[in-house]
């Protein structure tokens, strides 16, 4: 049970590059997110999903993507790397349902030049 | 969503101390869960608190849920150098489709020389 796996764990781009972090989940979880995680800050919401197919945009939304194809999957693109998305971005999921627990991934550190 | 105000920023530790942290916010919230991140690592859930008024012990780690559900406070008992790292608060308004989550900016805890 490898619980929320994130790839790739370290990502240099130059600005205006693309590219897409990968989350995967094994617990069947029906809700996922997407955080970054900024120094002297807490973790803000980018997306989020209720269940495959369904999106929606969580606190600081420009700039990404997402989409969910299958409960497992949730990968987060970057269409036009700018430097103010350096960051460490964390993939969360559970069980949908208030007050359900999220359990987190190691996160996907990204440095854009 | 908000940020939680969450204090202190940061303290130091002796080997065997009580210590405490809080969270607070200007919205109530029906759920409020405590996270520790080890460097490199992704937050790792602590303590879920479901009620106003619940106190809930993991181990030497006890939290509150505030009676006016604005506030959650943490406290470690008789700390051991493994509890470096730093804790986030998080909370949580469940309505019928919301799972987001508001966090602190964390708590850094480190080791008094």
């Known amino acids: 049970n490898a619980g929320v796996t994130q790839t790739p764990k370290f990502q240099v781009l130059k600005t205006g590059q693309s590219m897409t972090l990968q989350c995967a989940q094994d617990?069947?979880?029906?809700?996922m997110s997407w955080y970054r995680q900024d120094p002297g800050m807490g973790l803000r919401l980018i997306h989020y999903?209720?269940?495959?197919?369904?999106?929606d945009q969580g606190e600081v939304p420009n700039g990404y993507n997402v989409s969910r194809s299958t409960t497992e999957d949730f990968p987060l693109r970057l269409l036009s790397a700018a430097p103010s998305q350096t960051s460490v971005y964390f993939c969360a999921s559970s069980y949908r349902g208030g007050g359900q627990p999220q359990h987190f991934g190691d996160g996907t550190r990204l440095s854009i030049l | 969503g908000q940020q939680l105000n969450q204090s202190p920023q940061s303290m130091f530790i002796q080997e065997g101390e009580d210590v405490s942290m809080n969270c607070t916010s200007s919205?109530?919230?029906?759920?409020w869960l405590w996270y520790k991140q080890d460097p490199g690592e992704g937050p790792v859930l602590l303590i879920a608190l479901y009620k106003a008024g619940e106190l809930t012990s993991n181990g030497r780690l006890t939290a509150q849920f505030g009676i006016t559900r604005k506030d959650s406070f943490l406290n470690i008992s008789a700390s051991i150098p493994s509890d470096v790292g730093i804790y986030f608060c998080a909370g949580q308004l469940r309505g019928s489709n919301d799972y987001k989550l508001s966090f602190g900016a964390g708590t850094t805890v480190t080791v008094r020389a």
């Open positions: 919205s109530i919230f029906n759920t």
């Open positions: 617990m069947n979880h029906e809700y």
């Open positions: 999903s209720v269940g495959a197919g369904i999106t």
